[in-house]
């Protein structure tokens, strides 16, 4: 038997007072079955240096951190004091891989509570690709205080995975692609050119010279090199984005080539060449702007910080001018002037309203108007001509603010 001195001497030994002198954990989370319901304090992703802070509370008793391995790594999770010389936190330690077949975390495939003589945890594991999540939380329901929690992690899983085109890799890919939806398909001939805007005459012809006619100068010089003289015009949309794109594709020498565009704007987002898609520089993303204006006036995400009714160009600034004119031509594009644009809006004014993005700190400035009993506008980073979005009878699409 042990006697007292010996185990004076070893305070951090579990032996000394039986099997184990601070009782069972509490709220022991089940590894037999899915148990995410526990509902953490999400905080997102985690990287692999810094450490994360964060304390255990009565209204927050869960934390939780997300990480991504590109492939097999080494993974070291620890926690520790937040504070040095603050009173320690006995935590707990549960790791879980999202399950991609059930769209869960389900049952953890970790867990930690004590680990060398600290009440702090550890986990190291050779992981292979996929995302995963830790969740801390204390041994017993009353525990709080303060930790924070480092990530480790060594081998070439660690570097992020490649971004994945929105579009996928070829053109077939887009045929089916559960986050677009294909509003409308058309042909384009020399009969039919005219049917197309000046604008959208130039992305066809942009499009032809991503094959060998590099030399073509007219959007007609360009339809009439194509096989058939066809041009195959795709409009789609992303929902989540809330954002759309042509994507002209057409046969040269029995090979696809083409290019996909921003439909509300000029940007080449992917070129066609022998059906493959090349240099896309768009991936799948979330719009932080709401569904319409009506609903963006009322949402909590966004933080409303001054009005103003314009009725004269002489309350603008020369930035404002260049947003007032930008909106504008949304309507008529032959509006030279801000005098001339509010003659041809409802009520001969401009609202500009400045908001700001409460979770992300992004500062917006709004310039809406009505036309013929519907909303128009346009949705601006405060203080520049770039785009946030815009306003299209209510609607707000064209959005570039995205979650991270």
């Not at 890799?169 to 039919?192: C, F």
């Not at 003289?229 to 409009?235: A, G, H, K, R, W």
């Not at 090349?278 to 702007?289: G, P």
Request: aromatic content about 8%; glycine content about 8%.
């Amino acid at each position: 038997m042990r006697t007292p001195l010996f185990c004076a001497l070893l305070i951090s030994s579990a032996g000394c007072l039986g099997e184990d002198p601070k009782g069972e954990e509490e709220e022991l989370l089940d590894d037999t079955k899915a148990d995410s319901q526990i509902s953490p304090t999400n905080h997102g992703a985690i990287g692999f240096v810094a450490p994360a802070h964060a304390a255990l509370s009565g209204n927050e008793r869960y934390h939780a951190w997300t990480f991504e391995l590109s492939g097999n790594a080494k993974v070291d999770m620890t926690t520790s004091y937040s504070v040095l010389g603050q009173r320690r936190t006995d935590t707990v330690l549960y790791l879980y891989k999202f399950r991609e077949s059930t769209q869960t975390w389900g049952a953890y495939v970790a867990r930690n509570d004590d680990y060398g003589s600290t009440i702090y945890s550890q986990l190291k594991r050779d992981l292979g690709a996929g995302t995963y999540r830790v969740l801390v939380k204390g041994h017993l329901a009353s525990t709080l205080g303060k930790f924070k929690i480092k990530v480790g992690c060594s081998g070439t899983g660690c570097a992020p995975p490649a971004p994945t085109c929105l579009f996928g890799s070829t053109y077939g890919d887009i045929e089916g692609n559960p986050d677009l939806i294909t509003l409308q398909k058309i042909k384009i001939t020399p009969a039919t050119l005219d049917n197309l805007t000046a604008a959208d005459q130039n992305k066809l012809m942009r499009a032809v010279q991503q094959s060998s006619h590099t030399d073509v100068t007219t959007p007609l010089e360009a339809l009439m090199r194509v096989d058939q003289d066809e041009m195959n015009i795709t409009f789609l949309v992303e929902p989540n984005a809330q954002r759309a794109f042509m994507a002209f594709e057409y046969g040269a020498g029995d090979n696809s080539y083409g290019a996909v565009f921003d439909r509300n704007g000029a940007e080449m987002v992917t070129n066609i060449h022998d059906g493959d898609l090349e240099n896309c520089n768009v991936t799948r993303e979330t719009c932080l702007l709401s569904d319409d204006w009506y609903a963006m006036r009322h949402d909590t995400a966004f933080i409303t910080e001054g009005t103003r009714i314009i009725t004269a160009a002489s309350q603008l600034n020369a930035v404002e001018t260049q947003q007032a004119l930008i909106a504008f031509k949304q309507v008529n594009d032959s509006i030279s002037t801000v005098a001339e644009g509010l003659q041809n809006v409802d009520e001969d004014k401009l609202n500009i309203v400045s908001m700001k993005h409460a979770s992300s700190g992004v500062r917006l400035e709004v310039f809406e108007f009505g036309a013929g009993d519907t909303s128009i506008g346009r949705i601006y980073y405060r203080g520049t001509t770039n785009r946030a979005g815009i306003i299209n009878d209510l609607q707000i699409e064209g959005c570039t603010l995205f979650a991270d």
